[in-house]
């Protein structure tokens, strides 16, 4: 095993899973936020990955398609937040109503949210253990010399 | 020395002696020139070993096993080559130890 | 010098590799589970090392980089991406098992060869 180019590829997955694991959490607990230091309630906030192609540490390249994207792992392109507008309800009492006595909150679903969670710890372990598998050949690779 | 100690009379020319390299029947290539090939082969081996571990080591993308692989081949063939050298050495020493 | 290099060093030496390979690209499914529209690629392990085996070191091209395609047959959600984890998670297993195997014997091979070069002794 390459020892520079597995670790990049499972290692920028792991980045990236954790930090959309960070998103979901900090949904999760902003699902019920109706007023932020910017005004106006929480957004919702996605992170949307993007695959790197190979850097030139790829020696074995055959043919165009074990070049392109995939090959030096992955990436988090943005954090951008859900366009989808507010929910409102009506709560005439409570303090961020407006005119109206509507209350806008983040239009989050914990359930979507958790879903979201679990797939990132999944992921995340599954890299892991990627990294476990390269660990160990590398171990064997040396047994060679005995 | 070109006499025949046998019969002085007769000498030996220089063009009647097998040639240094190619004690076997002419045309066959001469131990000498087997030894030169098995050399360069060592080499090459042990240059190519150099070149993947520094690879490695410079993170350069070589992979772990084909640097621990070609020490290995290198290695080896070098203990072939000792081997033998120590062997054709040791035909040699017996043969000039001969009394006649 | 023939000896390090015999028909089964260097199909070992190639199964070796193929293998490497097939876990990077593994990897790099498993990486990318949560990019839009990524399909899973793989090499076709079999057919590269019956290619070394038929071929031996007559074959200069049995040696090259292997030919990586896509899967087919792979179910694709809705954002595009058709990586299973399932799939990879056994082959992970499997290029596990695959590589010691394949090291060991390698380690067996270079040490019968070590053996029969300095076990000479005496005449």
Redesign the interface.
């Known amino acids: 095993m390459s020892l520079f180019g597995l670790f990049q590829i499972s290692g920028s997955a792991l980045a990236a899973e954790r930090l959309r694991a960070e998103v979901a959490t900090s949904n999760l607990a902003n699902a019920e936020t109706t007023r932020t230091p910017e005004g106006g309630p929480y957004h919702r906030r996605m992170v949307t990955f993007t695959s790197q192609p190979g850097s030139q540490f790829h020696l074995l390249l055959a043919n165009s398609l074990a070049a392109e994207g995939g090959a030096g792992g992955v990436r988090v392109a943005g954090v951008v937040e859900d366009p989808t507008p507010p929910q409102r309800r009506y709560e005439p009492g409570h303090p961020d109503a407006d005119a109206d006595g509507y209350v806008s909150y983040p239009a989050i679903n914990p359930l979507q949210e958790m879903v979201d969670l679990m797939g990132a710890e999944r992921a995340y372990e599954l890299n892991a253990s990627a990294v476990q598998a390269a660990k160990q050949m590398i171990q064997q690779s040396l047994q060679i010399l005995k | 020395m070109n006499v025949n100690l046998a019969n002085p009379g007769i000498r030996i020319l220089p063009a009647d002696l097998p040639e240094a390299g190619a004690p076997g029947a002419g045309g066959e290539e001469g131990f000498g020139e087997s030894l030169k090939q ?1 050399v360069a ?2 080499d090459n ?1 042990s240059l190519d070993a150099r070149y993947r571990v520094s690879s ?1 080591i410079q ?8 640097a ?2 070609a ?3 290198a290695d ?2 070098f ?3 000792l ?1 033998v050298r120590n ?1 054709v050495v040791q035909a040699y020493q017996q043969i000039a130890s001969m009394q006649f | 010098m023939s000896l390090v290099d015999s028909s089964l060093i260097s199909l070992l030496v190639r199964a070796l590799d193929l293998t490497a390979q097939r876990q990077q690209l593994v990897a790099q499914n498993i990486a990318n589970v949560d990019t839009p529209g990524y399909h899973t690629r793989d090499i076709d392990f079999r057919g590269e090392l019956q290619r070394a085996l038929w071929a031996g070191q007559a074959d200069p091209a049995a040696g090259g980089a292997p030919f990586v395609r896509e899967v087919p047959g792979l179910i694709e959600r809705p954002d595009g991406n058709n990586v299973s984890i399932d799939r990879e998670s056994l082959l992970m297993a499997g290029d596990q098992l695959q590589f010691q195997t394949e090291a060991a014997l390698l380690r067996s091979e270079f040490s019968r060869l070590q053996e029969a070069i300095s076990g000479g002794g005496g005449q």
């Open positions: 098995a082969a060592v081996l490695l993170g350069s993308g070589a992979d772990v096993h084909d621990m692989i020490v290995e081949k080896l063939s203990q072939l080559m081997q062997k």
